[in-house]
T-cell receptor, first 114, second 113 residues
Framework: DGGITQSPKYLFRKEGQNVTLSCEQN?????MYWYRQDPGQGLRLIYY???????QKGDIAEGYSVSREKKESFPLTVTSAQKNPTAFYLC?????????????FGAGSRLTVL | QQQVKQSPQSLIVQKGGISIINCAYE??????FPWYQQFPGKGPALLIA?????SEKKEGRFTISFNKSAKQFSLHIMDSQPGDSATYFC????????????FGTGTRLKVLA
């Protein structure tokens, strides 16, 4: 079955540590995204990538970094510079179909900073 | 210009009732308006979407109403069921150019049995 796999599902981190969240898709989608979800704030875009080896900052990129070395993979690193990293992180991918950009989401990774 | 305002924040409906969630946008360049449904601990999934050249789109019990002049669109869930209890997000995006979406803040729907 095609889809997006995020890992780990739950992650605990001590303050000052970097952590990397994995996102892999087998949908052959060109674009991939990272969103952060906090209660009452909806989905906020962290980074997105439209093609391999290229990515753009979203609305809340500070304290995060990404890479896009392969079409299938778009890992997100939450660095120690991110002041409030505890959140639910969602990876998504998309392929334009019939003029629409339909997002497919993974199941998410919940990061808790201790 | 890039905001999408969604209301209400939470909604409680009796089984069989109609659930209505509203969204308003500012940027008239948006030309694609999807609704996503999210169950606890899961990622959102596309529910239904509309483009501004039509005023209404219906898929089963779910209907989007679109008012281009008012820059508003809404999701109606007819005959609401307990299984519809989830968080619903509206969004606005583009069918060409940038791949970015702007999401609303979400509505937590609870349908009472």
């Amino acid at each position: 079955d095609g889809g997006i796999t995020q890992s780990p599902k739950y992650l605990f981190r001590k303050e000052g540590q970097n952590v990397t969240l994995s996102c892999e898709q087998n949908l052959n989608h060109d674009a991939m995204y990272w969103y952060r979800q906090d209660p009452g704030q909806g989905l906020r875009l962290i980074y997105y990538s439209q093609i391999v080896n290229d990515f753009q900052k979203g609305d809340i990129a500070e304290g995060y970094s990404v890479s896009r070395e392969k079409k299938e993979s778009f890992p997100l690193t939450v660095t120690s510079a991110q002041k409030n990293p505890t959140a639910f992180y969602l990876c998504a991918s998309s392929m334009r179909a019939s003029g629409a950009n339909v997002l497919t989401f993974g199941a998410g990774s919940r990061l808790t900073v201790l | 210009q890039q905001q999408v305002k969604q209301s209400p924040q939470s909604l409680i409906v009796q089984k069989g009732g109609i659930s209505i969630i509203n969204c308003a946008y500012e940027n008239t360049a948006f030309d694609y308006f999807p609704w996503y449904q999210q169950f606890p601990g899961k990622g959102p999934a596309l529910l239904i979407a509309i483009r501004p050249d039509v005023s209404e789109k219906k898929e089963g019990r779910f209907t989007i109403s679109f008012n281009k002049s008012a820059k508003q669109f809404s999701l109606h869930i007819m005959d609401s069921q307990p299984g519809d209890s989830a968080t619903y997000f509206c969004a606005a995006g583009f069918t060409s150019g940038t791949y970015k979406y702007i999401f609303g803040t979400g509505t937590r729907l609870k349908v009472l049995a």
